[in-house]
């Protein structure tokens, strides 16, 4: 098993990679008290349809880029949930009157209306912007390379900043303390300041092995850090954890983080590789974690409670059809998500996500970000290999979506019961999908070099501009556009289940032996 690289510019090789309907797999029994028998109530999915069987209703989609390469790493929402925040790399000032704090560099945030479908603001940082989030208060908690800031609601101000070797994942508090994980390569270390900037914590996962992924933190219960990763617990064996600690950097409770040795008993084995990727405090005030599986939920710890090995998840994880029901997976990469208790880390509620070949063979879905609105849906970004639910027939605000090209950008909206579920492409041959959700507004950011048109509408900007360019997809703003009607089907255009489609996987840790690699296929623009 070889770790992954984790500096920005690691990709991960992707192999295009037959599967037998043969191969080694595991069939999960779907909970028959799980099961949706009743479609007949619509009002989730007409939300995001508009109606319209397999379309997602956007309010405005738009390329942002300049002459350079652009690139999104992060995306929020302005507390008056009308403004969308995106962080990253930009060459352009999109007509506006750029704002310059520390110094300037290559890092920069883009405010965009929602309501008027333009850019209002480009403020120019120091380096690449890693990740964001908007405070309560709607101060902007920014991570960018080596350093980290705190930044006004519109971005104009820096109210303060420090410098911060390898600044990765960043969270705000109600009280606006800060926590930003450090990517050193090594131990990971997480640094705890409070409303000033001052240092008050820090601690490191212990380990070259360990792992921190992704950060959040709430004032609640008296005060959390809650961090998600992995462990390198053999050299076959990458282990998924989520770790809460006090503001005193004391550990109050640990999920998953499973022993090798009690992974593989005499009756079943549970070594599919798995890692925390991203967790948030969705709007609810409850804690939800994705994760990343190499080799199908059945075959993993996802398959038991979080708390206790000995025990099966089979209540609790949602199944409702072949989507979230892993199995005929072999050595793929797919997606656990769940709510869990913010007291405990106990399972609430999970479920799986992959997407299905010809012959129903899973294939490869990666989550980039989770979050969730006030009702409790959940909101996930990401990338998917061929292909996401009924993938030739999807259209976006009436259009027809573009034939896939590795890989499919994605946003997936899923019921508060996790019962239904709205999952599109957003944009093609992307990389860094992510989306933030606010209420009835939610943005879908995406880094892409696709050398044909993405779908626009409202746009800014309606052509790239050059080099690699973010397409940010807004559902629930303003449209003054909004008469959508179905563009006639063309099968001319799609690809037809029953050809043989070029199947996508990746080789990362595989749990059991592998299909020869046959041709790579590296994703163009490292992120």
């Known amino acids: 098993v070889v770790e992954e690289p984790v500096s920005e510019s690691s990709n991960p090789p992707v192999v295009e990679e037959p599967v037998s309907e043969n191969s080694d797999s595991v069939r999960l029994e779907t909970p028959k008290n799980n099961i949706v028998s009743d479609n007949s109530s619509d009002s989730f999915t007409d939300k995001y349809t508009n109606g319209i069987d397999n379309n997602l209703d956007i309010s405005a989609a738009t390329y942002l880029g300049g002459e350079g390469d652009d690139a999104t790493n992060a995306v929020d929402i302005s507390i008056d949930g009308k403004s969308i925040v995106v962080g990253g790399t930009f060459t352009d000032d999109f007509g506006t009157e750029k704002v310059t704090l520390l110094g300037g560099g290559n890092g920069s945030i883009v405010r965009y209306d929602s309501q008027t479908n333009e850019v209002i603001s480009v403020t120019e940082l120091p ?6 989030q908007i405070a309560e208060n709607g101060d902007i908690a920014v991570a960018y390379r080596d350093g980290i800031a705190v930044l006004n609601a519109d971005a104009t101000e820096v109210k303060w900043s420090q410098p911060v070797r390898g600044a990765s994942r960043i969270s705000i508090s109600e009280s606006g303390k800060v926590a930003v994980t450090q990517d050193l390569r090594k131990s990971d270390r997480v640094v705890l300041f409070d409303e000033q900037g ?17 950060v959040v933190l709430t004032d609640k219960n008296g005060g959390q850090v809650i961090t998600t990763g992995y462990t390198q617990k053999t050299s076959i064996l990458q282990v998924a954890f989520t770790e809460s600690r006090s503001y005193e950097g004391d550990k109050q409770w640990t999920n998953y983080d499973y022993k090798a040795e009690d992974l593989a008993p005499d009756a079943e084995n549970l070594m599919a590789d798995t890692r925390g990727e991203r967790l948030t405090i969705g709007e609810d005030g409850e804690l939800y974690i994705a994760h990343y599986i190499n080799g199908g ?11 206790d090995l000995s025990e099966s998840a089979k209540e609790e994880n949602v199944v409702t059809d072949k989507y979230n029901n892993p199995y005929n997976t072999g050595s793929m990469s797919m997606t656990y998500y769940g709510q869990y208790d913010l007291n405990t880390g106990e399972l ?13 063979n899973g294939n490869t879905v990666k989550v980039n970000s989770i979050d969730a609105t006030e009702d409790g849906t959940v909101v996930l970004g990401g990338t998917a290999a061929y292909g996401i639910e009924n993938r030739e027939e999807r259209t976006i605000e009436g259009q027809q979506a573009n034939d896939y090209t590795l890989y499919d950008g994605y946003v997936a909206i899923i019921s508060p019961d996790f019962q239904e579920r709205v999952w599109s492409p957003t944009s093609s041959k992307s990389s860094s ?12 950011g995406a880094t892409t070099n696709y050398e044909g048109d993405q779908i626009t509408h409202n746009a800014q900007q309606e052509k790239k501009a050059g080099g690699s360019d973010t397409h940010l997809v807004v559902i629930g703003g303003n449209d003054p556009k909004s008469n959508v009607e179905l563009v006639s089907f063309d099968s001319s255009n799609v690809i037809n289940p029953a050809t043989p489609v070029t199947p996508v996987t990746e080789v990362e840790t595989p749990a059991t032996p592998v299909t020869p690699v046959t041709e790579v296929e590296t994703p163009a623009t490292p992120v």
């Open 297 to 307: 939920t059945g075959a993993s710890i996802f398959s038991r409670e979080a708390l």
């Open 127 to 132: 380096g690449k912007v890693f990740d964001m």
């Open 198 to 214: 001052n240092e008050l914590e820090s601690w490191d996962t212990g380990s070259d092995g360990r792992h921190f992924n992704d």
């Open 433 to 444: 999908v992510v989306a933030a959700a606010s209420n009835d507004l939610i943005a879908v």
């Open 348 to 360: 609430i509620k999970g479920q799986s996500l992959l997407g299905r070949r010809s012959g129903d």
